[in-house]
């Protein structure tokens, strides 16, 4: 399968190859065609915006829906009059992913000690988002969101992320869970999973039902992605985080480099044919 496919260890059991013909394997984007679909269509300084969230914010202000300040230049007087702006506050490494060195400032946090954040420079710190109340109900401890593929400006895949019991992160690397969305309806069609390949219909700890569960303003995310595709047209390949909000949409970040296999496995769809017939 590495060979012949591109596989790498974790493909070959994410997408159950060991039980698919070599014809179903074929349609699967693996771990080399997926550094190949980089290479030749994300080769451009424009992947820089999408990887520094500093420049992200920036280049997509009309996107984003939320205040944010970048701690590295921020002045302490800007930053305390920025903490005093917000009751809670999340902190962001400007370059991280994964959800990797994420933390929650909270109103009392900020009143004991806020002064801190001027330490952490290479962060920057966002209001939090106040979700639809239907994805607030999945799990309320994290802003669950969208993440939808694009490739050349159309939407080829999406998945909804929703964290796990206590999370302030919904990232499937940080005990999140992934529900495969049907991109024309916007329904979670299948069970959703976790790392350990575990399958839930209901959510395990809001007993929330997954299967059947209908995004709202499903519409809307299509429409926004698409125009934030439009606008980064050097950049082919992008995998977009999106929150959904009471009446609209907020894109979080955009990823140069997307995870191949979560959008993938859910549903064990593959989607190499859906880049080659873009392509």
């Not at 080399?32 to 969230?53: A, E, G, M, T, W």
């Not at 806020?114 to 109900?137: N, R, T, V, W």
């Not at 299948?190 to 839930?200: G, H, N, R, S, T």
Request: aromatic content about 10%; some cysteine.
């Amino acid at each position: 399968c590495m060979i012949r496919f591109g596989c790498s260890p974790d493909d070959y059991f994410r997408y159950e190859f060991y039980k698919k013909s070599s014809l179903e394997k074929n349609k699967f984007i693996t771990y080399r065609r997926s550094k190949k679909i980089i290479r030749k269509y994300n080769f451009s300084p424009q992947v820089d915006i999408l990887s520094n969230k500093v420049k992200f914010n920036t280049y997509f202000h009309n996107f984003i829906k939320r205040d944010w300040i970048d701690i590295s230049t921020a002045t302490k007087t800007r930053l305390e009059m920025f903490c005093k702006q917000h009751s809670c506050l999340i902190v962001k490494p400007i370059g991280g992913g994964q959800g990797h060195g994420i933390f929650l400032w909270t109103k009392e946090d900020i009143a004991s000690h806020g002064f801190e954040l001027c330490s952490y420079s290479g962060y920057i710190a966002e209001e939090i988002l106040i979700q639809h109340p239907k994805m607030k109900a999945l799990n309320p401890t994290s802003v669950n969101t969208i993440r939808v593929l694009t490739f050349r400006g159309q939407i080829i895949a999406a998945a909804l992320r929703i964290g796990g019991d206590g999370s302030i992160v919904d990232n499937l690397h940080s005990n999140g869970i992934c529900g495969h969305i049907d991109i024309q309806t916007g329904i979670i069609d299948v069970p959703c999973i976790d790392m350990k390949f575990k399958k839930y219909i209901y959510h395990p700890t809001t007993h929330e039902k997954l299967v059947g569960f209908e995004i709202p303003l499903w519409d809307l995310v299509k429409i926004e992605v698409i125009k934030a595709a439009h606008l980064i047209p050097d950049v082919q390949y992008i995998g977009w985080d999106v929150a959904i909000l009471d009446n609209s949409v907020a894109l979080i970040e955009g990823n140069h480099d997307p995870g191949h296999d979560v959008v993938q496995m859910i549903a064990q769809t593959g989607l190499y044919r859906d880049i080659l017939c873009v392509a």
